[in-house]
């Protein structure tokens, strides 16, 4: 006689096996970590070398301005690679645009590595560096929304959070990557070589890391019901029209909850470190910080996926907010008096205390807002514009801030806190269907 205790749990309907699955999260951690390292190696050399190897001029703020705001405009291009690459992921399948997207960023991380800088052939080298920074900004804009759902749309529904933050823990690895190759290489070359080769090396070094991911990602298949709608065919026509039309609410939601998040990421990885370097004279502190939090991050991402699936994606979302609204204060007293050999702590409650809490979540909350034949597109939408509007334009805004304040950061901090207080707000409006089917988003959007 079989005893309820040895009947195995049924599966859950509508879910591919375990090992289709640990694919698709390996893939989803993989392509996303190679995909951020290229889009970090940028900022991170926008905020170091980028401003006298490309934008040279007599006014040091003058070339920094310059610098981030080439770094913006790979912001401004994420939305239109969000648009298309939303439209065909919900037309023809996940899996296709992210091995594409995977190709484009790979290419134009390249030929940054082999780009001749501004002393060779002048002006050209500053306009081919914002076109290839266009490029990956494309590819980042169609890569995120495909990357979170093929995790999220494989996942139990009640470990979704769990599943989504192999995605965002990618952001967290990518950038360790990133910062860790530019550790390496200063600590491996003199400032001269730094400045005339050195730099190029972690760029150059993606196209290996481009081959690995690719093999990954190939190996996966979209989810069963997205399949399963392709088959019956269910796809929407015009997924982003039908978005604009019929699901604003939770577009306008995720733009604005995506705005704090990413501005406070962005300040701390990239302003950060040009801030320490201007008023400090400090190169590596920042660096360094960065590094040791992006590592946390592996541990600390998840963790907050896993306990948004335990209490719901809002209680975290929202102390997120409250927290980055308060962070951003001490950040800049402590970076303007605090001794930098404890950065690391700061760094480390700025981003994987207060960020990875809205962070964690992140790719759950937002896919469980949209119907799946339209959910590619409202994601890569909502979360694409929030970046542009968000962390796109934060180094280049904070710059200006710290010069309109007389040198000093109060501006900077008064920003943060009033978009970090939208964001609580449209918290506040958000529906929350954790641990509910995803066909309940259809239902459950405000």
């Not at 970090?40 to 980028?50: E, I, K, M, P, R």
């Amino acid at each position: 006689m079989t005893t309820s205790l040895q009947t195995p749990a049924p599966a859950e309907p509508g879910l591919a096996p375990l090992r289709e699955r640990r694919r698709v999260l390996a893939s989803a951690f993989a392509g996303t970590t190679i995909e951020w390292y290229d889009f970090y190696l940028y900022g991170t050399a926008a905020a170091l070398v980028f401003d006298t190897q490309f934008f040279p001029s007599e006014s040091e703020l003058a070339s920094t301005v310059a610098s981030f705001a080439a770094l913006a405009t790979g912001f401004l291009m994420r939305p239109l690679g969000g648009i298309v690459g939303g439209h065909l992921g919900d037309r023809i399948g996940r899996k296709a645009l992210l091995v594409a997207s995977l190709m484009i960023m790979g290419i134009a991380s390249l030929l940054i590595g082999l780009l001749p800088n501004h002393g060779t052939i002048g002006v050209w080298a500053a306009i081919a560096l914002v076109t290839l920074r266009m490029v990956q900004g494309f590819a980042t804009g169609a890569e995120w929304g495909g990357s979170a759902l093929l995790s999220v749309e494989h996942a139990p529904a009640r470990r979704r959070g769990l599943y989504g933050s192999f995605t965002q823990v990618g952001s967290a690895a990518g950038m360790l990557l990133a910062t860790g190759a530019f550790v390496l290489v200063g600590a491996l070359t003199t400032d001269e070589e730094f400045a005339a080769f050195g730099w190029r090396i972690p760029f150059l070094l993606s196209a290996v890391l481009v081959v690995l991911a690719l093999w990954i990602r190939l190996g996966v298949q979209d989810a069963p019901e997205f399949s399963a709608m392709r088959r019956e065919g269910r796809t929407a026509r015009s997924p982003v029209r039908e978005v604009i039309a019929h699901h604003r609410g939770p577009l306008l939601i995720i733009i604005a909850q995506r705005i704090a998040q990413n501005s406070v990421y962005f300040l701390i990885a990239v302003y950060l470190l040009s801030y320490l370097s201007s008023t400090r004279g400090d190169d590596a502190a920042g660096t360094t910080a960065v590094m040791v939090a992006s590592a946390v991050g592996l541990v600390t991402t998840p963790l907050w996926g896993l306990i948004s699936d335990r209490v719901g994606r809002r209680a975290p979302t929202a102390f997120g907010f409250v927290a980055i609204a308060g962070f951003v204060w001490v950040l800049f007293a402590y970076l303007d008096a605090g001794p930098l050999t404890l950065l690391p702590l700061v760094v480390i409650l700025g981003m994987n205390i207060a960020h990875d809490a809205v962070y964690g979540p992140q790719a759950a909350w937002f896919a469980e807002q949209f119907p799946i034949e339209v959910r590619y597109s409202g994601v890569n939408m909502g979360y694409q514009l929030g970046s542009v509007i968000g962390g796109g334009i934060m180094p280049l805004v904070a710059a200006l801030l710290f010069a309109a304040g007389g040198d000093t950061p109060w501006l900077i901090c008064a920003y943060v806190t009033t978009i970090a207080a939208i964001s609580f707000g449209a918290t506040m409006l958000a529906r929350d269907s954790h641990g509910r089917s995803l066909r309940a988003a259809r239902d459950d959007r405000p």
